[in-house]
Each structure stands twice: as C-alpha cells, then as structure tokens.
C-alpha cells in the first residue's frame, strides 16, 4: 500500500475516452474533476448522496462500504466516486444517466424561453439607454481660434450626445486619447460605460466603429447557466447558450457549495469554475456569431447571491451561518477583466443587485420583468428551482422569503429526474383507461422526466388516484406500481426501444411534496403577514427552469399555487435572464432594479414561527385545509 | 579612434565624487545625468547656451570648437559637457556656480514663504472638506434582525457621516470587506475619495486609523520642485521641501524640453524624471516626519500645462506647436500609483485644471489664492516664473495670456543670476555716493543674484542713472563699469573674503528688459482688450520665486507692473502650492478652481495683433509712453 500510494495512475473515462494522471490513493471523483468531467454530486463527496456512481471496467481500487448501492450494483463494479479512492491505472465508465451533459440541450428551453420578455425595451417600457455604448464622434479638429484641449473637446462631444453630467476618464485612455484623435482627424468611436450617477470613457478608436458593440447577458443558476448574446446597438439577441454550473460537484446547492469551500479552502476553485463557465459560454457565442472578443463590452449577471458571490469571490460563508448575510448586495459595476471574464479588457461587469442572501438579483429581474412593482393590485412571483423563492407585492409594497425545500423540480433528489433537455420528458398524462401519454424534449427516446413532467406526473397520479393526499401510494397490486430496489416505485415507461424503463418512487414523491410544500408555506407566511386573502391575488407567476409545456392547473392542483382562477396564472420561464437583458438595455430598469432591491422587505422564514406549521400543513397534496383549494376539491368530487 | 569608442570608461565628478560607466564616445552631458548630476542645460544639449560647462581634471576627450569659452576658460580645460564626448577614464569638476543644488536652499524661500496663504481653509473662506478623508465607522454588526449586506451597511455609515450620494468601491475592497469588518466588530477606519461627483471607498482597515491621513501638496515649477506636507485631519502644513526639477538638463524651459523629447523619443524619460522628483520630496518629507508611505492618501499637484503633461506622459506635442493646444486641461483624478507615485497605493493624485497650453494649474491657483475671481474690482495676477503669465478679472469676467520673455528673473540667462537660495542677493540698492548695499539669503557669503535682487538692480541702475531709459549703460569711466569678456559689465561685489566678483553685464540687463517688456505687454494687451484703464486697477499680485524682500515700487520703476499706488500691489509668493493645498482641503475650492480654469478667456499673444507692438514698446524702461507712468517720471523729475 505504501509503495502503491507514489506511484501516478492513468484514469481512463468512458465514454467520452478522457484520461487523466493522478497519484496512487487519489479519490475517484477528484480525477473526474481534473479530467474535466462533472458527476453530479449532491452531498459535496460526502458519500451520502449516491448520485456520483461510476463503473470500474479495469484496475484496483478501493471502496468504503456504502447502503447506497444495491447487490446488483456492487456485482456490477459500480462505486461512489467520491468513496473510492485510484490504486492503479484503471477505466471506467460513467453511466449516462449520472453525467451532466453539458452540451446545448438547454437551448431548446431554458434558454430561448420567452426570449420576448426581454422586448420590454423595444416595447417602450423602459427608453433604450444600454448600460455601455460606442457613439461615433465627429470632431472639428482644434485650430488657432478653438483651442480646447483634446479631453475637453471629447467630453464636449459626448455631451452633445448623451446626458452625462458626470464624467472620468481612465488613464491609460486619457493617455492615449491625442494620439488616437489625431490619427483619423478628431473622427473617433468612443465607448462609453456607466458607473451609478458616473459616465466613464472605457475606450476611444479611432474612425467609426459604432455598429460592433456587444453585450452577454447570463443567468447563473446554481445548476445551469444561462448566456444571452444582445447586440447593443439594435437592442436584439443574437443567439443564446446554456451549460451545468460546473461547480455541481462541489454540491448540489449552494449551502453545500459553501460548506465545501470552507473545509477545503477552496473559494477560489469555484470562483475559477464560475468564471470559466461563463468564459465558455461567451467564447463559445461569440466563436458561432463571428464576434471579435473585443467588440464585447459588457457582461451582465444575475443569479441568486451566492452564485455572484462565488463569481467575485466575495465572502460567502455568512450566507449560510447566523445572522444569514451577503458581504454585497449591491454590486458596483467592474471592469469585467478584474473578476477574470474574457471580453473587452475595459469592458464593464454588471450585476444585478439582490436583496438578502437567500433572495437575490435574479428574483429582482423576476420583479422587474412581471412589473408585479409598478401595479395597484397584489401579484405573486414564484421562483421554483434550486431553491424555491417567493415574492408578493405590488406598487406599494413588496415583502419575499425562500424556501430551501430542494430542487426536487430541477430533476435533483429524484430517481430518473433530469433537467429540461433532449429526452426529457416534459409533458406527461394519465387517461382514464390509467394508460400513459408523454412528450420529450426534442422528441427523443425518454431519459428522464424534467420539471414540468414531474409536476404533471405528481398531479396525475394524485387525480388519477394512484397516490393519496399524504403522497402514499395506494393499494398494492396496481398496474405499473411494484417493489423496486428503492422501495414501492411507479413504471412511467417501459424499457425497450433503446431506452430505459422510467419510474416514480416514493422517496421522490416525498420529495416532490416537500419541495412545494417549501413554496407554500412560504406563500402562505408572505400571504398572511400582510393579510393578502387568495381573491386580493390579481396575478400569479411562476418562472424556473420547467419545460416547454408546464400546465399551470397542475401547481394549483398539488397545492403548489393558490387556487386562484387559472387565467390569473403565467408561466414566465427565466425571468432572471430576462430581467438582466432588461437592465441591459436601460438605465432605467437598472435603476427600477436597484429601486426593487432596496424597497423589498426580506422574511427570513427560518426564524419565523408560522413557517413550519404552515410546512408541515402543506405537505398533503393539496394541502391539510381542503377549504383553501376548492377547484382541488371540486375536481376530486366530481 | 574605432577601437576606443568600444571601451568602457569610468567618469568621476567632482566635488561629489560620484561615478559612472559610459562606452567610450558618450557625450559628457549624459555621463553627468547617469551619474545623477544634473547641469543646467538652458539649449538642451545644442551648444549654444553655454551653461554646462565643466573642467575636465584628468583624461582623453574630444570637444566641438565653441565660440561660448573664452581663452582663459579654454587654458583651463573648461569645456561645455554637451560638447564633448569621452575618450577615456576621466575625472571632471563640476564648478559650483553651474550646478544645481539640490538641497533644502528653497526652503527659505518659495517653500515657506506665504504658507498663510494656505489658510483660506482655516480661515473660513472654504469649509474644510478635504479630497480624501478617514473616517472611523463604530457599526452594529449584522443580526437576525438586521440582515442588510456588509457592503450596503459601510455605505449607510458613511452617509451618516458625510454627504455622498454616488459612491463606488473598487473590486479589491469589496472582496476584502468583510473579513476587515468581522475581524475587529465592525469598527473599521474607510479611507474615501472623491473623484468629481463620485466619492470612492479606497481603503477600509479595522480599527481606527483615522488620525494619521496626510497628503502632499506640489508646485511642479519648470525649475524648481516644491511640496508641502500636509495633515488632512488638522488641515495643517507640517513641513515642505523642495528640489530643482531634473528634467532641467533637458532643457531649461519647457519648449526645448519637449523639442528635446520629441527628438529623443524621451518623453517616458521626462515622465521618470518628474515622478522621481516628486517620489524623492515625498520619501524626504515622510522619512524626516516619520510618517509611513501608507498613510499618505493624496497628492496633488499645480503646475503649468506641460509639466502636468510631462508628469502623466500625455502627449504634450501640440502645446509648442500650432494650434498649441493640450491634450488635457481637466485631469481626472487617478489613482496616484498609476503614475508611479509611491504614496498609498489605492491614494489619489489630484492635478488642477490648466486653462490653456500656456496658462496651467499653477495660475488657476493663484486666481483662487489671491480670489480675484470672487470680487466686484477688477485685479491684476502676473506669476514671473520660467514664463510670465497674467490674469486680469473680477468676479464677471477674467482673461488671461502668457509671454514666454524667458526666465530672465530666475536668474537664467543672467551671468551671476541665480534662484532664491543660500547666498543669493535678494535685496540690493545704490546709496547716494554710488556704493552699493545689499543683503544675501541666510547672511551668507555673496554666490549670485536672485529674482527680487535682479528686480532691484535693474531699479537701482536705472533711477542711479547708471543705465538710460533703454538699458544701455551710459558713459564709460564710471566706477565699476568696466570691458569684460562678456562686454560692458557693472562690479556690484568686489572679490575677496571666499567670494567671487558678481557683475551684471549689458546682456543681463536687455535679457532682464525683455523679460519685464513680456510681462507688461501682456498685461496692456488684457487692459486694452478689455478696456481696462490703470485707475480701474483695485489690486496687483505679483507672485513668483524671487527672495523675501521683493520691492515692489521697483516692478513699476522698471515697467514690469502698472503705475499704480504702492499699496494695491501686493507680492504674494508662491500661490501655486498654496492653491494646491487649498483646493486639497476642500472640494468647494476644487469646484471652484474647476469653475475659475472653464470661465477664463485666453488670449494667445503669439497671434494677437497688438502683442508686438506692445512689447517693442515695452523695451524701455520704464516704457517708450512715460505717461503710463507718471510717479517713475515724477521720481525721476526729482
């Protein structure tokens, strides 16, 4: 053991042929990682999520005992990466149900979903203002009788054409600003950034280059992230792309994330990931639009505040430890190159400011593009992915919470849960005959079942009567419903066909539950400390990563929603991308942001005495309180 | 001669001893700047001015034929240094009347001279404000009650403090926030700035710092270097320094520096030698007050176009060229660092606006110095530097010129001129009998004459009779007048005693003429233009480098200043530094020397029809209209 312990080992990773060197005694999940490939990994290597299975096809290993695999599984030479440790140059295989494929499936969803909302700026409701632009100047040059010095007569020429009463300019700009006026006579692109109240010069070339000014909008999500490639000049997106958040293997959420970092030192590491995920995804639309880097002067982001923490590399540990704080909430804009992120070397970082460290900037993009803050009637905005946060509010008032229930809906804590991508399924019926009818992303063979497919299949096996109110299955002996390896399971698909069977356990059906009932009780918390009764709703979003075809009914009818009349329902899809386009695009919706962040009030549910009674009586399907969902009720009694 | 050009050789300077090492060839002027003497170079290394001489001791050179030595100067090996090259190892002397001294001798003068002055902010007339600030912030730390981010509560305790509505943070603060806050309570010292409109957080520390923030303040003159130390929390000066300005050796007015420059690809160099300067004032200034470079958060900086020009390497091409403009007049705040000052590394470097290429920062101070902006009277500033710039205004209106007559009262271009220093004679007159008194700066023995004893000389010379109303010196045979080898020259102090003879010649006196007829052109082209009549005059300011005992009745017997009464002229020193420090102790005074550098009109005399005419009629003394000056005449009726 000792000798075996020196000695370099070559791990090969099927399929993808990877290979990788690491020491003898190196854990099988770090030489995923230095091999580029990312296992999914909830517990952060802890050996209790059992979601980094692997098989080993050759070579010595060695393993900790786990309950996590099955008889079957161990005869199979399937481990926990995280639990096993590299004793000889070996291949394995990664099942390909347990990789993150991080290829562009997202697009067909995530990322093109209601890419109109991002139109709020053509349509008039915010003026089109982008955050940094390129104005062509032309100068007269200074002469005898106009001896204006060249900064002046540039800031004279800015201000001809934009208000902007405060100005700085850089100094490598300023001093390069004479010489870049005089070689094309006083005939100059300048690019100009804002900075809160303060317009900077951030860059100056000389003739016209106006028409080549680019922006990348992203949504960093705790399990994907999301670009949008915007061309400032005519305030359209160009082309959008999406990956897994390759930090996954740090944890599945972003707590755990945390607590990684801390025991390993290892803040920097996921700042690194972070970064060059969003790096690969600009390099990437750029590389497909034929955008030279440099004409891409600014990044804007919005995630919840741990992901931005963790893209700055702020100190994130109080996020997840009493009193519950961000160092930031609102970010001042950087040059993007200071945080690492390859465009412009001047170009500028935005980001969308959040409200508390569990309600962040892409809840307030959720607020900025529903507009629930410029309406006289109450609105309600719920957030489903990761974490389950919850806004109500209207032009008064606007008070959020979050609820930690889990990313059941992402497809996490779920057997054959998946996120929105081909193979998905993302629509899924029981007929009256209890025969199944599903639809996938992309038509494919079914993989698994995504947000929206688990939704559907949560509400139809409660209506159809294959589950009860406690979330139980009913009766033995029912068609589909047998004794698995992980206890009493459902058959949604059969095997066959080229794909694997697909079935709904128990335990993701607890999970499911738990995870709206999270969201519930956290309405109902919000609801009742400002007295909002279910009629004073006007309207309910609902935004998350769900698939194409979300049935809204379904929220309502497992009690994820208040049963308000369904027209009064809407499905937004990533509001968080949306809302960081928006502000983009206009000064003024970044200042509607900032205005949002600051005027919300924060419940911190975890210290609140309602809140798991309210959990606890909302983990029935709908709910304990029949009386609060009588269309649930009505429905079951016909 | 091809051989020993390969060589090395070792040249030592004496009396300092120092050494250099140079490839066989060099010319003597840049083995001297190697070695780190600097020797005044009025031509910039052309020949022609005749000022670096040097005698070589010992060793091989090779120098151009010059019609600038004469014969006893040749026997004696003295040769101009920017004429000869080196052959071989060699050991010259400097002679102590050609170097410049780079001790503490301005300290008697320009440096602490009218450091009242920098009591506008004391007194009351500014509120005390200054650019950057410490504050001590004692805040709660956060709770489960009072979740606001770190970030956002460092701003709300600072708005407590001080007026700031648009802050920013820099990206290094922010990620080191808050382990700063956490480490000691949340009692932190923030060290802001202001930049325009734009106040930045650019230090944070735990614990309370706040008593130790200084500044420095510099008066970058085309001479001389002067900077005073400043406490920002008491708003007091707690010590100066100055030194001569090093590019000096590239040419004594700014013009030939940047010909020089331009021809040597050496405006990098120019930059390093300013910088240095300022390094080695500040360095001098910290050590001797024992103050930690960290602690010095500010510098700022008054001085004319081109120096502030040279400091931050902007192209300072077109300031001697049509249509001789600046790249810059209105310098943005930056970080100090950047241009390679070694103070705080987040301190700031401040530069007042300059109006136009020939009318800089220095006049803009002594406008605000002497607030001839603020009042109903029209007032008169000439500044008698390197150039001669002149203001005249009231609180409605202020124009402005500059004659480039040349540094004639700085004692360049005077055979026995000097800068106001040990041994300087700064008070001079010719008794009754004809015998000359005088008084030198610290009692020393007789070295040259400075400004304020030029002033009197030429006075004296002229009411003694000595010279006529065109300078010329009248009828040979007068005691003390005598043929030397620079022509006609008057004794004013015999050898003897350690001292040399000091003569002034017929050349000193029609430089000095030139010099005086610049200024007052300048100023009869403002009055003319502005229909300005002598009596409309409230106040004259004179400021420049001469010694502490300028009489001013002599300015108008000579034709530099107006003929009116003695007591509205008043000499006010170096109101550069004291506009610097002002304008560092409060951003009101900022505001208005930025209002002041906008609202003045420039006159360029180059292209103004009268200028010439007026300075031709100027060359007299104490003018060709005598009835401009009726007391000169009334004097001289007596």
Redesign the interface.
Known sequence: MEETKKKKCVVRFEPSGLKTEVPAGTVLLEAANKAGIYLSSICGGDGYCGKCKIVIDEGQFQSKPTALLTPNEVRENVVLACQTRVLSDMTVTVPKSHTLETSQILMDSDAHRFSELAGEVEAGVFKFDPLVQKLYLEMSP???Q???????RL?LAIRERIDA???????RI??K???VLQSLGYKVTVTIGR????TEVIEVEAGNHSDRNFAVAVDIGTTTVVAHLVDLTKATTIDTEAMYNSQINFGEDYIRRIMYAEENNAFDQLQNRIVNDVNNLIVTLATRQKIDLQDITTVICAGNTAMVHFL????AT?IRR???????????P??AA??GIQINKRGLLYCLP?V??YVGGDIVAGVLTTRIYTRGGISLFADIGTNGEVVLGNRDWLVCASSSAGPAFEGSGVKNGMRAGAGAIEKLSITGDGSIEFKTIGGSPPVGICGSGLLDTLAELFTSGIIDRTGRFKANGRPGLSEGEDGLHFQLVQSGGGHQEIVITQADINNLVRSKAGVFAAIRVLMESTQTKIKDLEAVYLAGGFGNFLNVRHAVTIGMLPDVPLEKIHFVGNTSIAGAKTVLLSRKALKAAEKIAQSMT?F?LM?HPKYMDEFIRANFLPHTDLSLFPSVKLAAEK
């Open positions: 200074p002469s005898v106009d001896h204006t010095a060249d900064h002046e800031y009463p405060v100005m700085q300019t850089g100094f300023l001093q600003l004479s010489s900075r809160g109240e303060t700055l590399n702020l100190d109080r009493e009193p519950y704080i961000a160092s930031a909430g609102f970010i001042p950087i040059r200071e945080a959040s508390a460290a924060y911190d210290s």
